[in-house]
């Protein structure tokens, strides 16, 4: 199947932690320009209050599904070091890209010593984020690009828009350097809207218990640990659902459920994601049968829960 024009498309903007105003900015005009297409109409919150999220709620909400939209980045230093934002996993010779003051920059990034450097022919001004120069590979089976991580999460939570008519979804950012919105979206969404249960679109690891193609992955655990009750809830209407998936345990890892389980709020949470290979590089993989099914069991919890 050819890659769909919406996936493209944000696929092929540069939002690094810290810098998502050009990701909020087009989600925000595609929720404009198609919220009286859907099954029901969207408010929207978003502006200077929200600081890059976004906020839609459909109806009467019980459930908010959260989508990050930042990626793995680099932050340019002095005498052509790099700082990594996030976690990026780089080899030697992984093109990158920005733009600053200057112009637009395309480079290399090399591993010496354990410190990141490029090779660009100046000096790029300090402070300047690159990130990976993005590559789209789509064989029909499995789809590979930079910034699946979280651009998959993004792409199945507008897709629940078209037929949610009841929750919110959330669109986050920071994510991948530590978190830092899910405070104030938390509080905000409990204040006004009681919201106690949420779900986590993002993505997550192929590993020796979770393979591509099997359907999507419901974690049980990662570096943090959900509240039991409320993964029974998950996991009964998962096989009620027809939709296929898998179950992982991890010890490391995480996601904007680990803000929600730090917030001052009772708010449980489950992470349901899709697997994915070479995570954090310009060649992440995801199987698009893996997708579709995060997209089908997204939207039936968040209209069962």
């Not at 969207?42 to 009467?60: H, S, T, V």
């Not at 037929?163 to 994510?175: I, P």
Request: aromatic share 10%.
């Amino acid at each position: 199947m050819p890659t769909p024009e919406l996936l493209t498309q944000i696929l092929h903007l540069r939002s690094v932690s810290g810098d998502e105003s050009r990701i909020a900015s087009q989600i925000s005009e595609y929720v404009f320009k198609r919220k009286y297409k859907w099954k029901v109409t969207p408010e929207i919150f978003f502006g200077d209050f929200f600081q890059n999220n976004i906020i839609l709620r459909f109806g009467n909400p019980k459930t908010a599904l959260f989508a990050h939209m930042d990626t793995v980045g680099f932050t340019a230093r002095y005498e052509n070091q790099l700082v990594p934002i996030g976690g990026p996993e780089v080899q030697d010779g992984d093109w990158i890209e920005g733009q600053d003051e200057i112009g637009e920059i395309k480079c290399q990034v090399f591993v010496k010593d354990g410190n990141l450097f490029h090779n660009f022919p100046r000096a790029i001004q300090v402070g300047t984020l690159l990130s990976y120069a993005q590559q789209v590979h789509d064989n029909g089976d499995s789809l590979q690009a930079a910034y699946l991580d979280n651009r998959i999460g993004v792409y199945a939570a507008l897709k629940i828009c078209e037929e949610l008519e009841n929750g919110l979804v959330v669109f986050s950012t920071y994510e991948e350097h530590g978190g830092g919105s899910i405070p104030l979206l938390s509080k905000f969404i409990y204040e006004k809207w009681q919201i106690s249960q949420a779900l986590i679109a993002d993505i997550t690891w192929v590993t020796d218990g979770v393979h591509p193609g099997k359907g999507v992955v419901i974690s049980l655990r990662d570096s943090y640990i959900p509240r039991k009750s409320y993964l029974d809830r998950i996991l009964k209407l998962a096989q009620c659902s027809g939709v296929p998936f898998q179950l992982e345990v991890e010890a490391h890892g995480g996601s904007d459920g680990r803000e929600l389980q730090l917030c001052p709020y009772p708010i449980d949470w489950c992470f349901v994601g899709a697997p994915e290979e070479n995570t954090h590089s310009p060649r992440e993989k995801v199987n698009w049968n893996d997708i579709n099914a995060m997209v089908d069991l997204h939207l039936y919890l968040m209209r069962h829960l």
